[in-house]
């Protein structure tokens, strides 16, 4: 079995041991971070370290270990299991067990797990993906939103949703019935030469692609970010998805407009290529 990192040290996946008191495990009380390997470097890695650190601030869920100390971690780990090319990598901290609602006390553990891939850069996929609305739970906006909480069901319930439509994933909406991202990605919409995506206060996850999509420069499209109504996105010319390890896919379907356009999608996964 391939070692994990548990708590900053090596050891092997059979030999962790977590309690049936776990708060991840009873409550969700945890965040996570998935990372993309390219010939073996950890991808957007300070970006997915800012936003564990701001969520675990916010959630009050204390990490005695530095932002060194898991950059270290990570490249360790790597080593160990030979992950010299192409792969993920899965962060979870999550606050020590104890008490129910109310935890105990507020010390955490981590847990970094890595994943072997063929694939090592962005490629964009063949297929478009084929979009569904999912509106049975509206996500709140607040300041939660914005980050990868291990209490991600409703994630998963749109996931449930996609398949039982016989879609690769949908839309969800926030509780002002206006879109912000699907299940695990950002979205991102192009009409008349500019390219859209909701804004972090309408409650999407301040994802790190997004935010190095965002961050280009000499893009030759404008970026803009916008609430979106189903009409907006309904209208557009290109609509494609992000996140950290797919990178950018292209949109081929919502329901059942059609859209076939997929310029700015293939050349945005040539820009972010070029940047690792």
């Not at 390219?195 to 965002?214: A, S």
């Not at 961050?215 to 907006?232: A, M, T, W």
Request: some cysteine.
């Amino acid at each position: 079995m391939s070692p994990i990192i548990f708590n900053h040290k090596i050891i092997n996946k059979k030999d962790c041991k977590i309690s049936l008191e776990n708060r991840a495990f009873l409550y969700g009380d945890g965040l996570f971070e998935s990372v993309k390997i390219i010939n073996g470097k950890a991808i957007n890695l300070e970006a997915h370290l800012n936003r564990l650190f701001a969520g675990a601030l916010l959630m009050n869920l204390k990490i005695v270990a530095s932002k060194n100390d898991f950059r270290n971690d990570i490249e360790r780990l790597l080593i160990k299991n030979k992950i010299t090319k192409g792969g993920s990598l899965k962060i979870l901290l999550f606050r020590d067990e104890g008490g129910k609602y109310l935890p105990e006390n507020n010390q955490t553990s981590c847990l970094i797990i890595s994943k072997f891939s063929d694939k090592i850069l962005f490629t964009l996929n063949k297929k478009g993906v084929a979009l569904g609305l999912y509106k049975t739970q509206l996500k709140p906006i607040n300041k939660l939103s914005n980050y990868k909480t291990m209490s991600a069901l409703q994630s998963v319930m749109c996931s449930l949703d996609a398949k039982q439509k016989g879609k690769d994933d949908c839309l969800m909406f926030n509780t002002e019935n206006r879109i912000i991202e699907s299940a695990n990605s950002n979205i991102f919409y192009v009409k008349n030469n500019i390219v859209f995506t909701p804004p972090l206060g309408e409650g999407c996850v301040d994802g790190t692609m997004r935010n190095c999509i965002l961050s280009l420069k000499d893009l030759e499209y404008k970026i803009v970010e916008s609430k979106v109504k189903i009409g907006d996105i309904l209208e557009a010319e290109e609509v494609f998805l992000t996140n950290a390890i797919q990178g950018v896919r292209w949109v081929s379907h919502i329901k059942e407009q059609q859209f076939t356009e997929k310029k700015v999608a293939k050349l945005l996964t040539s820009k972010i290529n070029q940047l690792v």
